[in-house]
């Protein structure tokens, strides 16, 4: 998700939004520990996804 679709998410939307990618991101570290993926970086994409969604829930709860 690129920092301009998060932008246009409501709050709710986007602690919806934080707890799929958070879901999505043990089921592929889980996966990858049991056996390696055949594209690992999708781990760091998720990754990068979820620190967006937090980074912007804390921003609007701070304004």
Do not use: C, F, W
């Not at 056996?35 to 690992?40: V, Y």
Request: glycine fraction near 2%.
């Amino acid at each position: 998700m690129k920092q301009s679709e998060i932008k246009e998410l409501s709050v709710a939307e986007l602690q919806e939004k934080l707890g799929e990618y958070k879901k999505t991101y043990a089921d592929l570290k889980m996966a990858h520990a049991i056996t390696p993926l055949d594209n690992p970086l999708q781990i760091r994409s998720v990754r990068r996804t979820v620190a967006r969604l937090s980074t912007e829930l804390t921003k609007r709860e701070l304004q």
